[in-house]
């Protein structure tokens, strides 16, 4: 049995989580679909403007018990979280599978077990964080930012949320969340992990809603001390705008355009890795993470081995169960413009062969098109699909060169023989992550944009310094 034909279920959530309990939403309802299907898979009720304010007030009153709660009692209430969490992790991927559409065993890995990761590594390094410290005459003070709104996007419906809430929560900072409104059910669930947990009331609010409204009044109101956005560079923008009538503290990690750069030594063995791993990141997710790969740049010599070697690695992410849909009828049709004539310029072919896509859902083929001009729309723009480009470049100076042609600056990846190039050269690439020869995602590492991809760093310790003020007391 297929992803697609299994059992529909219609989930029901007409109550918010706010202040500890669940009481009916004073919005209106909102329908959540399955990509893989296009049926309708839940209905949700969504927070009115009083349970916005209910919600901020909610974690306003309860800052100062926890953020004075010591960090053995909240270490206590998040391992308790994490451990719920974990029990549930299957039913999480369920849910995932149904309202984003990853296959469910990568719904599970990438969804499920991936923010679990991120849950440990923070707890971890809440156990040895510097909440004070000695400079001189100084005590160095981080405090808790106060109340964090956070507002995530549909494209990771769970690890997006964990990566905000968990530091804060950490720090000592109580947390309103406005899920993205085309996945919402896996907050739904989160919250009922929290309650399990014993988060005390007020600590963690949900409040679920269109980001014009729900996330627009987060970002106007005066009791919230920090807004945590991770979603598109253009939304990103607008908050960076709105937040400022009340000079908040901002945190934003928005869209990529990532290189994976290929340096004139890499042996053919290297080459064979780089071209399958850069494929598989920038398929990851359906194309659909802020961190694809979504570039490769080869050597000018070695454009039709690339090719070669594209083509075969792509024709194994079979739709349905190495691949899932898009999210959605609007982003299907964008990503397919970038597959239109002349998005990648006038030499761009496409080296993929076309599969046959199914009846129902927002599917797009898996595609390599190769000889893209590094300024066309297709190189310069964040696609959010499975679309990889293939660049040529004339040695390793354009190489790097043509990775820092970008607006963005998020991730990336070097290739190369000689290990201390490859990190001489991912020195010079500008994004706040570059992974040399493969390697692997580290959840205690920093995360976060430099350029138009964001500000601020999540994960780990820099996820906790993201929602702290510093304080200096002299004596
Ligand atoms: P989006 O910007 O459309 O929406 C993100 C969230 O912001 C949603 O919850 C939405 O309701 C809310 N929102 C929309 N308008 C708002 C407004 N005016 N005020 C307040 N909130 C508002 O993004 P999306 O389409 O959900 O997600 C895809 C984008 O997210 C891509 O560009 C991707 O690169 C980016 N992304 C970035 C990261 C990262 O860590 N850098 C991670 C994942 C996704």
């Known amino acids: 049995m297929t992803d697609a034909q299994r059992p529909n279920e219609v989930t029901r959530e007409s109550e918010l989580y706010i202040d500890g309990v669940w009481s009916p939403g004073g919005g209106f309802d909102l329908e959540v679909e399955n990509p893989s299907t296009e049926e309708v898979i839940g209905v949700i009720t969504q927070a009115s403007a009083e349970d916005v304010e209910r919600a901020v007030a909610a974690a306003k009153a309860a800052f100062p018990g926890w953020s004075t709660m010591s960090v053995p009692e909240r270490t206590a209430v998040l391992r308790r979280a994490r451990d719920v969490l974990a029990e549930r992790a299957d039913m999480f991927a369920d849910i995932i599978n149904r309202e984003q559409g990853s296959p469910l065993k990568l719904a599970r890995a990438l969804h499920v077990d991936t923010p679990l990761a991120v849950m440990d590594a923070t707890i971890e390094a809440l156990q040895s964080y510097p909440f004070t410290a000695e400079l001189g005459n100084s005590l160095i003070r981080r405090e808790p930012a106060g109340v964090v709104a956070a507002i995530t996007p549909w494209n990771l419906p769970l690890h997006q949320v964990i990566v905000k809430v968990i530091p804060a929560l950490a720090a000592g900072a109580t947390v309103v969340l406005k899920p993205a409104g085309l996945t919402p059910l896996a907050a739904f669930e989160l919250a009922r992990v929290f309650d399990a947990a014993g988060l005390p009331a007020g600590v963690f609010n949900l409040v679920p809603g269109s980001g014009r409204v729900v996330g627009d009044l987060l970002t106007r109101h005066p009791d919230v001390d920090q807004v945590s956005f991770t979603g598109s560079t253009p939304v990103g923008r607008t908050i960076a705008g709105v937040a400022a009538a009340t000079l908040k503290r901002v945190t934003l990690e928005l869209g990529g355009k990532s290189a994976s750069v290929v340096l004139a030594d890499t042996d053919d063995e290297l080459l064979a890795k780089a071209v399958k791993i850069t494929v598989g990141n920038c398929f990851l997710n359906g194309g659909q993470t802020c961190t694809a790969l979504s570039r490769l740049i080869?050597?000018?010599?070695?454009?039709?081995?690339?090719?070669?070697?594209?083509?075969?690695?792509?024709?194994?992410?079979?739709?349905g169960t190495r691949l899932g849909p898009l999210i959605s009828a609007d982003q299907r049709k964008e990503v397919e413009s970038f597959l239109e004539a002349g998005a990648g310029g006038a030499d761009?072919?496409?080296?993929?062969?076309?599969?046959?896509?199914?009846?129902?859902?927002?599917?797009?083929?898996?595609?390599?098109?190769?000889?893209?001009?590094?300024?066309?729309?297709?190189?310069?723009?964040?696609?959010?699909?499975?679309?990889?480009?293939i660049i040529a470049a004339a040695d390793d100076d354009e190489a790097i060169a043509i990775a820092n042609n970008s607006i963005y600056g998020l991730g990336g990846a070097v290739w190369g023989s000689d290990e201390q190039a490859a990190l001489d050269a991912a020195a010079r690439i500008r994004t706040g992550q570059v992974d040399v020869n493969g390697g692997a995602f580290n959840p205690a590492a920093p995360f976060g944009g430099y350029k138009q991809s964001g500000t601020g760093r999540e994960f780990g310790t820099y996820g906790i310094d993201d929602v702290c003020e510093i304080k200096a007391v002299q004596r």
């Open 348 to 389: 761009a072919v496409t080296v993929t062969t076309v599969q046959p896509l199914p009846e129902r859902g927002h599917w797009v083929t898996p595609t390599v098109v190769s000889r893209v001009d590094p300024d066309s729309r297709l190189a310069q723009e964040e696609v959010f699909g499975p679309v990889l480009s």
């Open 298 to 319: 080869v050597p000018a010599d070695r454009i039709e081995q690339t090719e070669q070697l594209a083509a075969a690695a792509a024709a194994k992410y079979q739709l």
